[in-house]
C-alpha cells in the first residue's frame, strides 16, 4: 500500500522560501510520475509540478522560474523548493504518485 507524507508547510512572508517534503513508502518515486498539486480555499485542486521517472519536470506558469521539484531515490522522497513566495501561492499543498495516491497535504501560507 502506498503511503504519501508531506512535510515543510508553514508560514512565510512574501518573498521568502519553504521546501516541502513527501516521504512516500510502498513504492519508489523514481519509477512513477510525482506531483505537487495545491488547494485554495473556494478553487479547484491544480497541478504545481510534476517529475516523471525519467526525470523530466513540468511547472504551472505561475510558479516557473521561483519553484523547482527534485526528488531523492536513496530517501524515497521528493521535494518542492518555493522561492520568491506570494500570498497567492497560500494554498494546501499535495503530493502525488501517479495521480492514483495521495498525502493528506500541508499548509502554505504566505502573507503580505
Known amino acids: 500500500q502506498v503511503r504519501l507524507v508531506e512535510s515543510g508547510g508553514g508560514l512565510v512572508q512574501a518573498g521568502g522560501s519553504l521546501r516541502l517534503s513527501c516521504a512516500a513508502s510502498g513504492s519508489s518515486v523514481s519509477s512513477n510520475t510525482m506531483g505537487w498539486y495545491r488547494q485554495a480555499p473556494g478553487k479547484q485542486r491544480e497541478l504545481v509540478a510534476i517529475?516523471?521517472?525519467?526525470?523530466?519536470?513540468n511547472y504551472a506558469d505561475s510558479v516557473k522560474g521561483r519553484f523547482t521539484i527534485s526528488r531523492d531515490a536513496a530517501k524515497n522522497t521528493i521535494y518542492l523548493q518555493m522561492n520568491s513566495l506570494k500570498p497567492e501561492d497560500t494554498a494546501v499543498y499535495y503530493c502525488?504518485?501517479?495521480?492514483?495516491?495521495w498525502g493528506q497535504g500541508t499548509q502554505v501560507t504566505v502573507s503580505e
Open positions: 502525488s504518485l501517479g495521480l492514483s495516491s
Open positions: 517529475i516523471t521517472r525519467y526525470g523530466g519536470t
